[in-house]
């Protein structure tokens, strides 16, 4: 997997982002050449040091061709919304990113650089599903925006796969939580957890901390990541721990590993919330070689290990 990457040059869209900053420290330690697309310079401009940057606008598509010069392989991490708040407005997230994505994939075909990984949601795409844990080959059934967005990109990645030659590579990410996770309140319900109880908030749980989902740590993300550069089948992989948990249980495993109690306020359960999911990792594990290596006790003990040694999270 890292032989393979070493040497490649790569480009992230989204890199100063919260998978991105990961992704591209494995994508450095792994030897490859590494240019990161975003709109903005981050603040600590410490970690751009040993990227080349190209700054940009996704939607419009400035920027691209420079970007995507002499690039082996694109990794699209790139979202300008979350699923809680995509319904608020649709247009705007169809502009943005489904917009923005055929916009990336015209400058692809101009530049021809004909090899993509893309970050889908394992979350959102499914909907309520029929069983469990979830298959690829599950119905998709989005119930909100966000994850309609994320289905339509997966079938044009499809499209370009099978009439133009693109080698696209889908990851149907579940939900990850680790370092560098800033939309602390919005996404991200351990940091969210972590965040408030070390401030003295209370924390917020839609219903009655009866829904399951599946959280995997950032590094099994990564590793996920680097493996799918080897793929070339064009193939769609769910990213997940395999084991779904309950909010209360995440709750309980927080309070266990921060020592931290925390004030819960319950709040009416939100219509396009996902009773139940977590996935069915067994296509990753066969065909990128690729198993998670964190459970949700291990995962959350390392990084409350990191957030105590850096005083932040």
Known sequence: MIQAVSGAKVLVLGGFGFLGRHLVDGLLHSGANVRVFERNMPNDAQFARDVEVVLGNFVTGEGFDEALRDV????????????????????????????????????????????IVYVSSGGTVYGNPMTLPVPEGHPLNPLCSYGVVKVAVENYLAMYSKLYGLSATVLRVANPYGMHQHRIGVQGVIPTFIG??????????????????????????????????GDRSSGTFNIGS????????????????????????????RNFDVEQIYLDIRRAREGLNWKPKY??????AHYWRLIKAKGDI
């Open 72 to 115: 082996d392989v694109v990794y699209h991490l790139i979202s300008t919304t979350v699923p809680s708040t995509s319904n608020d407005d649709p247009i705007a997230d169809v502009q943005s990113n489904l917009i923005g994505t055929l916009q990336l994939l015209r400058h692809m075909q101009a530049a021809n650089v004909g090899r």
């Open 242 to 269: 395999g084991v779904g948990h309950r909010i209360s249980d995440v709750l309980k495993v927080v309070r266990q590993t921060t020592g931290l109690e925390g004030a819960v306020r319950y709040l009416p359960q």
């Open 196 to 229: 408030k109880m070390m401030r003295g908030e209370p924390i917020e749980i839609w219903g009655d901390g009866s829904v399951v989902r599946d959280y995997i740590y950032v590094e099994d993300v990564v590793s996920a990541l680097l493996a799918a550069y």
């Open 295 to 300: 459970s949700l006790e291990s995962g959350c």
